[in-house]
Nanobody, 126 residues
């Protein structure tokens, strides 16, 4: 599976951006697609995840109510709609996938994921 992330850019605080993660290769109902973000010099942190089959979603507390993760099975694409952006959302965003699982708390850990897209920069100005 190869992942290609795009859609980052510059936004003002309060604005919106939508990130896309296009997957080539087969995904399964148990597959999980995830968005992480990373500030320079810091560890990658969990943002949002979606289970391919059924579409169950998971969010970090810091983005809950502002970000929405969704999928389009026809195009094998996962989206991250980011609204009410804050300067602290500034980071490089990565999408990641695991074909089977992960489950439980491991879904929030970047080490659980086998496939990664290139990062896309999101910058939010105040």
């Amino acid at each position: 599976v190869q992942l290609q992330a795009y859609g980052g850019g510059l936004a003002q605080a309060g604005g919106s951006l939508r990130l896309s993660c296009a997957a080539s290769g087969r995904l399964f109902s148990s597959s999980v697609i995830n968005w992480f973000r990373q500030d320079p010099g810091k560890e990658r942190t969990f943002v949002a995840a979606i289970r391919w089959g059924g579409g169950r979603t998971y969010y970090a507390d810091s983005v809950k109510g502002r970000f929405t993760i969704s999928r389009d099975s026809a195009s094998n694409t996962v989206y991250l709609q980011m609204n009410s952006l804050k300067p602290e959302d500034t980071a490089v965003y990565y999408c990641a996938a695991k074909l089977e699982g992960p489950y439980g708390s491991s879904r929030y850990a970047d080490r659980s994921y086998d496939y990664w897209g290139q990062g896309t920069q999101v910058t939010v100005s105040s």
